[in-house]
Structures are given as structure tokens and as C-alpha cells.
Nanobody, 127 residues
Framework: QVQLGESGGGLVQDGGSLSLSCEASGRALPTYLNTMGWFRQAPGKEREFVAATRRTNGRTVYGDFVRGRFTIARDNAKNTVYLRMNNLTPEDTAVYYC??????????????????WGQGTQVTVSS
């Protein structure tokens, strides 16, 4: 089984920055996960796509609300994906989930195309 562990969440002020990381592990872990990314979910709202990156073609995609504020990066050798978030606002407050898949065909923005999920890390932005 593949396990994903997120870290880096916390409380920041409006306009602040925060960096998240997610490391994949497990006996069933592929040599390299094809796609790794991030989703978020605020109370009372549906899960929302944040960012993802695909190894096979190097494609990187961001959610519509990112607007240049976030940067996703990954270290394939470490099976780790990172998310740097700048200029955070209270609207960014949510539980952020790491997600991954070793599928060769998937839609980056679609949560049902991901097979592995972390437990989430809370990001809170105060006004």
C-alpha cells in the first residue's frame, strides 16, 4: 500500500506564506509516482483542486484560484511533492490534502483520478 504524509500546515497571517510537503511511502510504492498534487477542502465546501504535477510529461497545473500565488515542485528521487503558498488570504483556509497516482492516464484536476490520499494538514489564515 502507498501512504502519503503531509506536513507544514499551520496558522499564518493574511498575506503570509507557508510551505507544505508530502512524502510517499509503502511497500507497494512504485519507483516513481506519475502524478502528485494537492487538493483542499474548507468546512461546508467540496474538495477543490489546488495544484498537481505529472512526471511523464512534466505538466504542471494550478487551480483557478491560485492566480500565481502557489508553486508546486517535486523530488522524484524522494517521492516527495511540495507546495509553496504565498500571499495567503483567509479564503485559503482549509485542510490541504496530498494526492497521488501511478496511472499513466489521468486528469490532473479530477480527484477521482487519484488513488492515494494523505490525511490532510490544516492551513489557517487569519485576517
Amino acid at each position: 500500500q502507498v501512504q502519503l504524509g503531509e506536513s507544514g500546515g499551520g496558522l499564518v497571517q493574511d498575506g503570509g506564506s507557508l510551505s507544505l510537503s508530502c512524502e510517499a511511502s509503502g511497500r507497494a510504492l512504485p519507483t516513481y509516482l506519475n502524478t502528485m498534487g494537492w487538493f483542499r477542502q474548507a468546512p461546508g465546501k467540496e474538495r477543490e483542486f489546488v495544484a498537481a504535477t505529472r512526471r511523464t510529461n512534466g505538466r504542471t497545473v494550478y487551480g483557478d484560484f491560485v492566480r500565481g500565488r502557489f508553486t508546486i515542485a517535486r523530488d522524484n528521487a524522494k517521492n516527495t511533492v511540495y507546495l509553496r503558498m504565498n500571499n495567503l488570504t483567509p479564503e485559503d483556509t482549509a485542510v490541504y490534502y496530498c494526492a497521488a497516482t501511478d496511472r499513466t492516464e489521468s486528469m490532473l484536476r479530477r480527484p477521482q483520478d487519484y488513488d492515494y490520499w494523505g490525511q490532510g494538514t490544516q492551513v489557517t489564515v487569519s485576517s
